[in-house]
């Protein structure tokens, strides 16, 4: 990846976004449905966009609206919806755009009071509590965000019953029903003015911060965080749990300081991302500048994305962990402090996520779930109890209640976070610390990732590779063990292939946004032999690509 000389920087001035014509074109732009990208299609977290593109606007979020009351009316859901949202510009309008459509369909809605900004666990945590004991009138959600993204973005994401993702099968219900309300200019949207929607019978409010906060205890050793005195910071980014923090600090007498409380929809106090643009990612070093800086003042530091879903450590030696290292060590401490947990509970992973992953697992003797990109892939398990902890290579994950129930079926960026802190406390060492135990152990591996350009076409063809059309039989240098096209976990898809040797491994698969595919590389033996991978993986997949062209 070419990295901006901006990387890591202050943004300039005129990078920020105008939020007043942000909006205003939100309102103001519509879409064409007949332009395939100005159409509603939902990615592995939901529809996204941007006003100024046409992708992001008033007719999309209405029609998505609709296209949700149908689906719940198809399928009997009938309790209420909770709707949460982030610090994004153009949240507050798509919040207010879909509660016109939700309160004209007679829905029952749940909202936080005063416009309070709501982060995803704290919805998925939600549905969860209310559905617990249900069989009918079960509750779902809604999360209008779109994550980490830059501040000119929009979001909207779906959770069903089981509080987490929407699957495929639910997105590409509501997608078509959107996208035909769309081409009808929206005659069969039912909608009522904001205010009357704002105090309709059926609109409620939720104390999810404090329903959400309340229970933390239940999930984190908070005591040990605050009996061993560990000293922590955490940057909100500027996100949906800015006010989550203060509340966390103060109900359990931890000493946590939040180093920047701002809530600016230009997110002008963040450091500029990898490639040039203003992105509240925790997982990137260049985003994370501001909170690196500040590391030595705290024993654990740690941050948030704009809805809380994702989560970055940053220790005294090495300033921000990289994710796959984090979530190495969160397996093996949970699943070694948590006595509780059923011993059959497995740990789940994504097919990009680290192979120290599988060593740690199959040491503490739990069963791997490997999964394709995406945690709906998780929800159905965390909900029953089969998964313990579930992390993706994108710095996502969450975990089960210290007694082994259910937490949230959505990623949790808070819950990690504070975990860090327990692992302080618990083991007299950062993450990072115990980290090094693991490579002792197991070996040490090193990871990257490359982009090359793809057609729309050849994306497509990308994601249907068969194993047979990969051709070589090693892997610099290693003989080919397997090569995947489906996930080992549950054999669906993974959009893409992975091939497999004894020190090594690599996955390729098409960008959802971009016209590009990605290599994700790792090796147990070092830089050159990791090299040699991705190397080599660009070979093999311009081949397969190649040989399909010519099929």
Same mark, same amino acid.
């Given at each position: 990846?070419?990295?901006?000389?901006?990387?890591?920087?202050?943004?300039?001035?005129?990078?920020?976004?105008?939020?007043?014509?942000?909006?205003?074109?939100?309102?103001?732009?519509?879409?064409?449905?007949?332009?395939?990208?100005?159409?509603?299609?939902?990615?592995?977290? @939901?529809?996204?966009?941007?006003?100024?593109?046409?992708?992001?606007?008033?007719?999309?979020?209405?029609?998505?609206?609709? %296209?949700?009351?149908?689906?719940?009316?198809?399928?009997?859901?009938?309790?209420?919806?909770?709707?949460?949202?982030?610090t994004?510009a153009?949240?507050?309008?798509?919040?207010?755009?879909?509660?016109?459509?939700?309160?004209?369909?007679?829905?029952?809605?749940m909202?936080?009071?005063?416009g309070?900004?709501?982060?995803?666990?704290?919805?998925?945590?939600?549905?969860?509590?209310?559905?617990?004991?249900?069989?009918?009138?079960?509750?779902?959600?809604?999360?209008?965000?779109?994550?980490?993204?830059?501040?000119?973005?929009?979001?909207?994401?779906?959770?069903?019953p089981?509080?987490?993702? %929407?699957?495929?099968?639910?997105?590409?219900?509501i997608?078509?029903?959107?996208?035909?309300?769309?081409?009808?200019?929206?005659?069969?949207?039912?909608?009522?003015?904001?205010?009357?929607?704002?105090?309709?019978?059926?609109?409620?409010?939720?104390?999810?911060?404090?329903?959400?906060?309340?229970?933390?205890?239940?999930?984190?050793?908070?005591?040990?965080?605050?009996?061993?005195?560990?000293?922590?910071?955490?940057?909100?980014?500027?996100?949906?749990?800015?006010?989550?923090?203060?509340?966390?600090?103060?109900?359990?007498?931890?000493?946590?300081?939040?180093?920047?409380?701002?809530?600016?929809?230009?997110?002008?106090?963040?450091?500029?991302?990898?490639?040039?643009?203003?992105?509240?990612?925790?997982?990137?070093?260049? %985003?994370?500048?501001?909170l690196?800086?500040?590391?030595?003042?705290?024993?654990?530091?740690?941050?948030?994305?704009?809805?809380?879903?994702?989560?970055?450590?940053?220790?005294?030696?090495?300033?921000?962990?990289?994710?796959n290292?984090?979530?190495?060590?969160a397996?093996?401490?949970?699943?070694?402090?948590?006595p509780?947990?059923?011993?059959?509970?497995?740990?789940?992973?994504?097919?990009?996520?680290?192979?120290?992953?599988d060593?740690?697992?199959?040491?503490?003797?739990?069963?791997?779930?490997?999964?394709?990109?995406?945690?709906?892939?998780?929800?159905?398990?965390?909900?029953?109890?089969?998964?313990?902890?579930?992390?993706?290579?994108?710095? @996502?994950?969450?975990?089960?209640?210290?007694?082994?129930?259910?937490?949230?079926?959505?990623?949790?960026?808070?819950?990690?976070?504070?975990?860090?802190?327990?692992i302080?406390?618990?083991? @007299?060492?950062?993450?990072?610390?115990?980290?090094?135990?693991?490579?002792?152990?197991?070996?040490?591996p090193?990871?990257?990732?490359?982009?090359?350009?793809?057609?729309?076409?050849?994306?497509?063809?990308?994601?249907?590779?068969?194993?047979?059309?990969?051709?070589?039989?090693?892997?610099?240098?290693?003989?080919?063990?397997?090569?995947?096209?489906?996930?080992? @976990?549950?054999?669906?898809?993974?959009?893409?292939?992975?091939?497999?040797?004894?020190?090594?491994?690599?996955?390729?698969?098409?960008?959802?946004?971009?016209?590009?595919?990605?290599?994700?590389?790792?090796?147990?033996?070092?830089?050159?032999?990791?090299?040699?991978?991705?190397?080599?993986?660009?070979?093999?997949?311009?081949?397969?690509?190649?040989?399909?062209?010519?099929?």
């Amino acid at each position: 990846m070419k990295i901006s000389p901006l990387a890591g920087k202050p943004p300039q001035p005129d990078m920020l976004v105008n939020v007043a014509k942000l909006v205003t074109a939100y309102y103001s732009q519509a879409p064409d449905p007949s332009i395939p990208l100005q159409r509603v299609a939902f990615g592995t977290s @939901g529809h996204r966009g941007s006003a100024f593109e046409k992708t992001f606007n008033e007719a999309h979020v209405l029609a998505i609206s609709q %296209a949700i009351c149908l689906y719940r009316k198809q399928q009997g859901i009938n309790g209420p919806i909770f709707v949460g949202i982030d610090t994004h510009a153009l949240s507050e309008p798509a919040f207010a755009s879909a509660l016109e459509v939700l309160a004209a369909n007679g829905v029952e809605v749940m909202m936080a009071a005063g416009g309070e900004y709501t982060p995803t666990p704290a919805v998925s945590h939600a549905i969860l509590n209310y559905n617990n004991g249900r069989k009918t009138g079960l509750a779902d959600g809604i999360v209008i965000t779109p994550s980490h993204n830059p501040p000119g973005d929009g979001g909207f994401k779906y959770n069903p019953p089981n509080g987490g993702p %929407a699957d495929t099968d639910v997105t590409g219900w509501i997608e078509k029903q959107a996208n035909e309300l769309l081409g009808s200019g929206q005659k069969d949207v039912r909608r009522m003015p904001f205010e009357k929607a704002l105090h309709a019978s059926t609109v409620h409010v939720y104390d999810f911060l404090n329903a959400y906060v309340n229970d933390l205890g239940n999930v984190i050793d908070m005591d040990a965080i605050c009996g061993a005195h560990v000293r922590m910071g955490v940057d909100p980014l500027g996100g949906a749990g800015v006010h989550y923090w203060p509340a966390i600090a103060d109900r359990y007498k931890l000493d946590l300081t939040i180093v920047n409380q701002q809530v600016d929809p230009t997110f002008r106090f963040m450091t500029v991302d990898w490639d040039g643009q203003i992105r509240m990612d925790p997982s990137s070093c260049y %985003a994370m500048q501001g909170l690196i800086s500040l590391k030595d003042q705290f024993d654990i530091a740690f941050a948030c994305d704009t809805d809380h879903d994702r989560h970055g450590i940053v220790t005294h030696n090495v300033g921000l962990l990289p994710p796959n290292h984090y979530l190495s060590v969160a397996i093996d401490y949970l699943f070694q402090h948590r006595p509780e947990w059923r011993k059959d509970a497995a740990v789940g992973k994504t097919v990009v996520s680290s192979q120290m992953i599988d060593r740690v697992s199959a040491r503490l003797k739990r069963r791997l779930y490997e999964v394709p990109v995406g945690f709906k892939w998780f929800a159905e398990g965390l909900q029953e109890g089969s998964l313990g902890f579930c992390g993706e290579e994108s710095a @996502g994950a969450t975990f089960m209640r210290r007694n082994g129930a259910v937490w949230t079926t959505d990623k949790d960026g808070i819950v990690p976070a504070l975990l860090s802190a327990e692992i302080m406390a618990r083991m @007299g060492r950062d993450p990072d610390e115990v980290y090094h135990d693991l490579t002792d152990e197991f070996g040490e591996p090193v990871a990257d990732r490359l982009e090359a350009a793809a057609t729309a076409a050849q994306k497509e063809k990308l994601s249907k590779l068969s194993p047979q059309q990969v051709k070589s039989k090693t892997l610099a240098g290693e003989p080919i063990q397997s090569v995947l096209s489906r996930a080992p @976990g549950n054999n669906a898809e993974i959009g893409g292939v992975k091939v497999i040797t004894e020190n090594g491994w690599f996955a390729a698969r098409p960008s959802g946004t971009e016209d590009v595919y990605k290599i994700y590389g790792e090796s147990f033996r070092g830089q050159d032999h990791l090299r040699a991978i991705l190397a080599e993986a660009q070979t093999i997949v311009d081949h397969a690509l190649g040989a399909v062209e010519g099929t």
